[in-house]
């Protein structure tokens, strides 16, 4: 699977992110959705801390931010919710999948 520069969703449930880790290409628009019955936020955080914050997002409502070309992780968390952390991955190339197991087992 080749990953494009395309919108991709990430789903707020249980007071979790689903997926929590995504690789992606530059340019790559990123949708939370609260599934949640309480209001969540989504906060970059860490070194990405400023980057972007949403706004208080009720149950149904989203949030798009769609991320550069500057490679990176970018952390991100709901402040009200300590434990509810996750990460965006940056990668330039033709393939981010798998790209780990590349790199691992070249020598």
């Known amino acids: 699977m080749t990953p494009s520069t395309k919108v991709t969703t990430i789903h707020i ?21 609260n599934d949640d019955s309480v209001t969540h936020l989504v906060k970059a955080s860490g070194d990405s801390k400023g980057k972007f914050t949403s706004s208080e997002m009720v149950s149904g409502a989203h949030f798009i931010y769609t991320f550069g070309e500057t490679p990176g992780t970018y952390e991100f968390g709901d402040p009200s919710y300590p434990d509810m952390k996750g990460a ?18 070249s020598s």
């Open 13 to 33: 449930r249980n007071n979790t992110f689903v997926p929590d880790q995504l690789t992606v290409l530059p340019g790559t628009g990123i949708t939370w959705i």
């Open 88 to 105: 965006i991955i940056v990668m330039k190339g033709d393939s981010v999948v798998g790209a780990s197991d590349v790199i691992s087992t």
